[in-house]
């Protein structure tokens, strides 16, 4: 008879860790349907929000409108000032007593454009301050890793200002929702009409902000720009804060591209957009071409900084203060009554997502974060500035139309710098769950986190 | 050709700043024996001459802006423009220039209190005390700038007349395509100049030739009868002004913000480390030489072979240097090496 090496202690010591092995997923997912939940204010009169904006670096300015926003979106919650547009929004359970009853009230954390500073401004809000929802962010890097974080914790995130197609694509997360669109979009409302612009033969330089946002628009863009016929000549990625872009717009001066497609965000935006025009780039004909920059992503807060330099070029925006619905007419008024001028699509963006997660807890009838996830999984809605919008269940990306917009050659105002040249319909924006640019991510399952 | 033409006039531009900065950093080592780490401020501060002198300019009047009809919108109107109309404008346009000669006395006067207020003291110590209190006097100010002008960079823009870029492609007889912002050339040029204008001060001045003696012996020119360490105090406010210059002229290139000393500093230092510690012509030559690899190494020929080299070309040549030559290029025997 043949004799084996198993002894009763290996036996017995297998058996263990195959019992560990098995119950380990249950114990990262053990909250998930737990009766309690992180921060649950209870019988407290108020609840408390985390509003974790840059507050300094590249994207403070984006940050301090964000801030402003929230500020607004409390005080309209709260029952005070005009409401804003808890008097358009469609359907609407918000009653202007805070939320739930309870006093809405909040914390803020300075990210600084950074991961790790988010992430330890988030945690501190989430452990120390008790939030049950942190929100906010100029940053797809910052979103993502945020994102996470909340994930991990058990508290919902709504995502502030993220564009990058991973933080609804591979970067997913249950507890996470995005209202602000990507970089598919961007591509996709601006092909037909740089199309009817500049025609179908183009070469493309890009220079790319390197970074998780950066990479995806580029891709997205690109893409765009080729189904259209353009030629992309040579991408180059360029460091996050760079400050002096010149060593990068040298070589687009004799490259032969007839076109630059600046692929940055706030103050680099700035700084890598005036740099270009100094060079003369905006002056330059190639190939019997004039040559042309495009700013995929725009906000008019970056539109003031560049100043002049912006003048005719083409970007999209997620949305724009002199928008006419009833909607955006409303939250330019009481943004504007609060703060002496009109909010940028940071601001909206932020101010909308706190909006939709007091209505969720409002129909969900509680803070619990799987509860608000159901409520807002699916939500369709009107009244908050871009149209009928819907929160897509299966990626948590809301889908509403996309704005075309064009630096205004005769501004009537300092506030007057951009142009909506066309509302790209919802439909030539959408893009199906499993496409190629938002592939290999998971929604997992909801967490409530430790009670 | 037109490529290496266009890099190299960046390199030489971005080189003019680093060759400034580590010029003061030299000076500062070589006379008083400072490692200063304060030095990235005072280039921060000359940049925050020029916010500053433009905020003056352009202390205004709220107006109501009737363009915006549906809540009161303000927009500010300068007062120089309610008072002088167009010359109120050009004023405000020059606000680069003028804060040029704001900033040589105002530079002056802080380089000599740092250095008598504060840096005096650490002389006679180790030089990790002095990076540690230098690092820390430079935290201070940033904050302190941070405080006043918040973390936003400002922009200050080049007079209108230099907005543009020149032809010099086409004047040269060379190609169309090569052309370059003005104030960028203005910058090259001026830092020239400012660096010409302190070696003729050093070579040529009975008081440069003491800094220098100094410089060599400082025991032996004491023993003459020369207080030398006033002289050197002096010297302390030079290397003040000079970066205090490159800043106001750099901050129409790159809006100023608290932090952009810090970001020179680090790089200025490679500087001096790769000229040789304590030689001026070291850092100067390092400077523009420095800032010509970084161009070159932009570009996407180069990039295609050696992905991200433009991110670490300085301190790979620095490291390099150093292992060839441990002095740096042109380093003096015996300096930093106790």
Known sequence: MKETNISRRSV??????????????????RNAYADGYLNDPGDASSVTLGFNVPQTGAYADEGADELRAYQLAVSHLNGEGDGGMMNTMQPLSLKGNGILGKKVEYVTGDTQTKSDAARASAKRMIEKDGAVMITGGSSSGVAIAVQGLCQEAGVIFMAGLTHSNDTTGKDKRRNGFRHFFNGYMSGAALGPVLEKAYGTERNAYHLTADYTWGWTQEASIKASTENIGWNTQTTVKTPVGAGDFSQYITPVLNSGADTLILNHYGKDMINSLTQAVQFGLRDKSVNGKDFVIIVPLYSRLMAQGAGEAVQGIFGSTNWHWSLQDEGSKAFVKSFGAAYGFPPSQAAHTCYVQTLLYADACERAGTFMPCEVVNALEGHKFDGMGNGPTEYRAEDHQCFKDVLVVQGKENPSSQFDVLEVVEVTPRAQVEYAPDNEFFAGGDLGPCNNGAA | MDAIFLQILNGLDKGGAYALIALGLTLAFGTLGIVNFAHGALFMLGAFCAVSIQALLTLSKKVKDESITFFDAYKEQPYLEIWWGDIGTTIIDYAVPISILAAIPLMLLIGLSMERGLIRFFYKRTHAEQILVTFGLAIVIQELIKANFGANPIPTPAPDIVSGSAKIGSALGLSDAIVYPWWRLIYLSFSVVVLAAVFAFLQFTTFGMVVR??????????????????????????????????????????????????????????????????????????????????????????????????????????????????????????????
């Open chain 1, 12 to 29: 017995l010591k297998g058996t263990a860790a195959l019992g560990m092995a098995s119950t380990a997923p249950m114990f990262f997912v």
């Open chain 2, 213 to 338: 003696a100094g410089m060599h012996d400082r025991d032996m020119v004491n023993l003459m009868g020369i207080d030398v360490e006033r002289k050197f105090t002096i010297v302390f406010g030079l290397a003040a002004v000079v970066a205090g210059l490159a800043g106001v002229m750099y901050a129409p290139i790159l809006p100023p913000d608290y932090h952009i000393g810090m970001d020179f500093l680090v790089l200025s230092f490679v500087v001096v480390v790769v000229g040789g510690m304590g030689s001026l012509g070291g850092a100067v030559a390092a400077g523009f030489l420095l800032g010509i690899l970084q161009s070159f190494a932009s570009m996407n020929e180069v990039k295609s072979i050696f992905p991200g080299i433009d991110q670490i070309i300085i301190y790979l040549v620095a490291v390099i240097i150093l292992l060839v030559r441990p002095r740096g290029l042109m380093g003096r025997k015996g300096v930093m090496e106790d």
